[in-house]
């Protein structure tokens, strides 16, 4: 399987400036981009209480559409 490009490790508004089109994937898990943006995606899907391994998917699948 190839690398993802989106891991645990990266926060927020990182992953949004790279590839914009993961905010959907954000909005519908109900990360916090504004405020909770410097959060890892790690640190908010604990915080929200949202797969990590699911939301990871749904992030990698968006930023590698076309």
Not at 13 to 27: A, E, G, L, S
């Amino acid at each position: 399987m190839a690398e993802q490009p989106i891991h645990a490790g990266m926060t927020i508004n990182d992953v949004i400036k790279k590839y914009p089109k993961t905010m959907p994937v954000f909005n519908r898990y109900h990360f916090d981009s504004c405020c909770g943006g410097a959060k890892t995606i790690a640190e908010e899907a604990g915080h929200v209480k949202a797969d990590l391994d699911e939301v990871l998917e749904a992030l990698n699948k968006a930023a590698l559409s076309s």
